[in-house]
């Protein structure tokens, strides 16, 4: 399909367009063309050399759009008392926590209902301190106080029916919970945690408190013996297709548990498929008595 005109450079007429465009579309791009000239269109003859360029722009009808999303690198702090410490949020691909998620992957892809595995780990010169989670929200976006959220942690407490806490130093924060997606046209989700550092052993500090079932129960912080709340994040996570082959992302202990059902489905058919020949093997002919 081809649309015609023309654009012109001069004096124009009261109720003349000032440019026109040619728009040629095709299969894959669609093509923006425009013709300037010096001609006056008020003049019936010239006798000077017209000026003609001609110039087009071409845009494909259809193009992949990639955003980029960065890994976070370690948080870093200072309070009084503790002096400078670090928070380090990561993914990892088992409850082992041994391997945690490239950052060159992110955003990392999961299954619906699928495991994730999360660490927290608290760095500091100080001795004797302990890491305490408050609270971890997740979000489509990140930003802490985004309208759309859902309460994983809250006062210490769990409110996820999945989560699953491992044991680790007490400078690391180690849990688990099935992977989800929020309702709506929101792909990704972010990860966001208030964390506390305090010294060990020190009665009345947040770390000490634990679970808090309300607010009420919360009581003044013990200067000196506790760092200030600080908020960290991590992600995005992303739904991975369930008819991929293969995520672009780490599959984190999923490919393994397919593999081990796919194996007791092939371990089950041998044996009924044995069982049926062996019986089949063994069925008494019928007898015939002559006459």
Same mark, same amino acid.
């Given at each position: ?43 019936? !003859? @010239? ?14 009808? #259809?193009?992949?759009? @990639? ?19 670090? +928070? ?34 608290? @760095? ?24 759309? $959220?859902?309460?994983? !942690? ?18 690391? +924060? ?7 997606? +929020? ?29 808090? #079932? $309300? ?26 297709? !369930? ?5 672009? *992302?780490?599959?984190? $202990? ?8 796919? *194996? ?7 044996? !009924? ?16 008595? $002559?006459?």
């Amino acid at each position: 399909m081809v649309y015609t005109t023309k654009l012109h450079h001069g004096k124009r007429r009261r109720g003349e367009r000032d440019y026109q465009t040619f728009i040629e579309e095709k299969d894959d791009n669609i093509i923006f063309k425009n013709e300037i000239t010096s001609a006056n269109p008020l003049d019936v !003859i @010239t006798r000077q050399h017209g000026v003609e360029i001609v110039f087009f722009c071409c845009y494909p009808k #259809q193009t992949n759009l @990639t955003l980029g999303f960065t890994h976070k690198n370690p948080y870093a702090f200072q309070d009084k008392g503790f002096g400078a410490f670090t +928070f380090e949020f990561e993914f990892f691909e088992t409850q082992r926590f041994e391997k945690q998620v490239d950052s060159n992957v992110y955003p990392v892809e999961v299954y619906l209902k699928q495991m994730m595995f999360m660490q927290i780990e608290a @760095t500091t010169s100080i001795p004797n301190t302990e890491l305490f989670v408050e609270t971890c929200k997740a979000s489509p976006y990140d930003n802490a106080n985004s309208q759309i $959220s859902y309460t994983i !942690i809250e006062n210490g407490c769990m409110r996820d029916d999945t989560v699953t806490i491992y044991p680790g130093p007490k400078t690391h +924060f180690r849990f688990g919970m099935e992977a989800f997606e +929020f309702i709506g046209a929101h792909e990704s989700v972010y990860i966001t945690c208030t964390v506390i550092l305090c010294q060990t052993g020190v009665p009345g500090t947040r770390c000490s408190q634990g679970c808090i #079932q $309300s607010n009420s129960g919360r009581k003044r912080r013990e200067t000196g013996a506790e760092s200030s709340s600080h908020s960290i994040s991590q992600g995005p996570l992303r739904l991975a297709n !369930i008819s991929d082959s293969k995520l672009s *992302g780490p599959s984190m $202990s999923l490919g393994m548990n397919i593999l081990l059902v796919a *194996g007791c489905f092939l371990v089950c058919g041998a044996v !009924i498929y044995r069982s049926r020949r062996s019986r089949a093997k063994y069925m008494p002919l019928p007898s015939f008595e $002559s006459d």
